[in-house]
């Protein structure tokens, strides 16, 4: 059963850093290009970050660009998200999914994904 769960999420202090874990299991990750989204109560989910199959291309949005930063580690099957500088803004339910294939173009666009986990759920106040 292909799956991938979350975790590092919590509670922190604006200014603050966390880094979110993505383990896959029931596959090979690192066939795969992997996005993180996230979505804040009463709003649409939202494409954060993606990096490609091979780890050498990756894509950030322009709210979380020079903060966040994606990375992968396909010899454990993780991908991780490195959120520093936060801010109340950046609360919400953070997501990895996993897709075989994607257009660059719409990366972080959430249909362009087939698998998905549980969500982390990061919340930025003092």
């Known amino acids: 059963q292909l799956q991938l769960v979350e975790s590092g999420g919590g509670l922190v202090q604006p200014g603050g850093s966390l880094r979110l874990s993505c383990v896959a299991s029931?596959?090979?990750?690192?066939?795969?290009?992997i996005g993180w989204f996230r979505q804040a109560p009463g709003k649409e989910r939202e494409g954060v970050s993606y990096?490609?199959?091979?780890?050498?291309?990756?894509k950030y949005a322009d709210s979380v660009k020079g903060r966040f930063t994606i990375s992968r580690d396909n010899a454990k099957n993780t991908v991780y998200l490195q959120m520093n500088s936060l801010k109340p803004e950046d609360t919400a339910v953070y997501y990895c999914a996993a897709s075989f294939y994607v257009d660059y173009e719409t990366v972080l666009h959430p249909e362009q994904y087939e698998y998905w986990g549980q969500g982390t759920q990061v919340t930025v106040s003092s």
């Open positions: 029931g596959f090979t990750l690192h066939y795969y290009a």
């Open positions: 990096i490609s199959s091979s780890g050498g291309e990756t």
